[in-house]
Nanobody, 122 residues
Framework: QVQLVESGGDLVQPGGSLRLPCAAS????????MGWYRQAPGKQRELVAT???????YYSDSVKGRFTISRDNAKNTVYLQMNSLKPEDTAVYYC????????????????WGKGTLVTVSS
């Protein structure tokens, strides 16, 4: 089994910063793309950012220039550094990853964490 565990969610004032780590554990052979999604109250889950195993990144327009995604492959961990936070960034943030568990099979599975709440409010 594989688990993704997010942490770091908190209440922060507008303009503040937070760093969210997400650690993958369990039966892992190799991790492909890792990403962060978020879901605000009453809205659909949306993509925030992704990073490949080689370090290539993608950001949604709403966070570009404010958020930075990175990963530590040795620790099976992905990070989301969030700066200049706005009230509209308030959401539950979910970690996502494509993971291959079997060295003899090419198939990967997609996994989700349970989420961590970020609230941006004064």
């Amino acid at each position: 089994q594989v688990q993704l565990v997010e942490s770091g969610g908190d209440l922060v004032q507008p303009g503040g910063s937070l760093r969210l780590p997400c650690a993958a554990s369990g039966n892992i052979f190799v991790i492909g793309v890792m990403g962060w999604y978020r879901q605000a109250p009453g809205k659909q889950r949306e993509l925030v950012a992704t990073v490949t195993s080689g370090g290539s990144t993608y950001y949604s327009d709403s966070v570009k220039g404010r958020f930075t995604i990175s990963r530590d492959n040795a620790k099976n961990t992905v990070y989301l550094q969030m700066n200049s936070l706005k009230p509209e960034d308030t959401a539950v943030y979910y970690c996502n990853a494509d993971i291959r568990s079997d060295r003899f099979k090419l198939a990967t599975m997609n996994y989700w964490g349970k989420g961590t709440l970020v609230t941006v409010s004064s």
